[in-house]
């Protein structure tokens, strides 16, 4: 005779899984990828695809040998992790640092936590940092978009706008895109292009978040926050003559990218309403600080792994439990 199993209520199951919220996060990305493509043309989808392989590979390789469990790469993790880590390289970055960056996400930056759920870190900005720092020559050389006509390691390369707003900043002078409109919906402008996968089309960035909130995959406080704190600092400074207006703070670089999909991973952000919006304003706060008085250019990777490492005390900001007493 079979033993029935009991549970306290609610027995309604939500239709939530984490290959579906990953499946979601991945289409999301999509329309991101197909600006990108249309940008640096086959030197995108060939990043893309060493990185998502990699990481697929390298987590199947510690599950089965080395933490001899069963692997499970139907969740969908190890795609996205690969995925927002192309994100956030230049398309003409050599295959073997792809490969190097995509090890180091998943092997330092996930399992060695014990896997999903258990990271502490994002683990696609930790392959990201960690390339950073490593090998800084080749992750800062930026090919100009020229579409399907760009060859994968041979390409003209020029500067980020965020390079030259660092260069304007350090001269005592305010640095503007000439075309805000094009920035928003594709590139930015020819004689500035340059820049990561991630980076090409702020429109096509805030589709996908969009997107991810009318699912609820994903909820309005921490990319709001973010956004709000970046807008505010650097209206502030701005009015004070220091870097560049709001507008081009929020569409260059790597802010949209990272306030909707890296800030808003479920196991490395907070839990609760007041921790995330927290959470946010300490991003935006350190981006502004790193961008203008810091020796990078761009600190949203460096501002989300430091809020990461917060994200323990902030969950201990929590609402007072039904009919809890409160302490004197």
């Known amino acids: 005779m079979s033993q029935l199993i009991t549970s306290a209520a609610p027995h309604v199951h939500s239709g939530d899984s984490v290959q579906k919220n990953m499946l979601l996060v991945i289409l999301a990305l999509l329309p991101a990828f197909v600006v990108s493509m249309i940008a640096f043309g086959w030197s995108a989808l060939i990043t893309t695809c060493i990185s ?12 089965k040998f080395m933490l001899k469990q069963q692997p499970s790469l139907l969740d969908l993790s190890a795609v996205l992790t690969g995925l927002l880590l192309a994100f956030n390289l230049p398309s003409n970055l050599p295959w073997w640092m792809v490969v190097l960056g995509s090890v180091f996400a998943i092997g330092i930056g996930k399992m060695v936590f014990g896997g999903l759920g258990q990271n502490v870190f994002n683990p696609a900005l930790v392959g990201r940092v960690f390339l950073l720092i490593s090998f800084p020559a080749a ?40 075309s805000l409109l094009d920035s928003f919906l594709s590139c930015v402008p020819e004689h500035i292009m340059g820049g990561s996968l991630g980076e090409i089309s702020a429109l096509a960035l805030l589709i996908g978040g969009l997107f991810l909130i009318c699912m609820r995959v994903i909820s309005w406080h921490i990319p709001v926050a973010i ?102």
């Open 139 to 178: 992750m800062t050389t930026w090919p100009v978009a020229k579409g399907f006509a760009t060859r994968y390691l041979d390409a003209e390369t020029a500067a980020t706008p965020l390079s030259y707003m660092k260069n304007a900043i350090a001269d005592h002078q305010q640095f503007e895109l000439d």
């Open 52 to 63: 998502i392989a990699t990481c697929v590979l390298t987590e199947w390789c510690i599950t």
């Open 227 to 328: 956004l709000a704190t970046i807008a505010a600092f650097t209206g502030i400074l701005s009015a004070c003559g220091i870097g560049s207006g709001p507008l081009t703070h929020l569409l260059t670089g790597g802010v949209m990218l990272g306030a909707i999909f890296m800030a808003t991973d479920y196991v490395t952000s907070p839990m609760t309403a007041w921790g995330k919006i927290i959470y946010g304003i300490g991003i935006g706060i350190i981006v502004v600080v790193i961008r203008t008085w810091g020796s990078y250019p761009e600190g949203m990777s460096f501002a989300i792994l430091i809020m990461n490492g917060c994200v323990p005390l902030l969950n201990r900001i929590a609402p007072k439990r039904f009919g809890e007493v409160a302490k004197k």
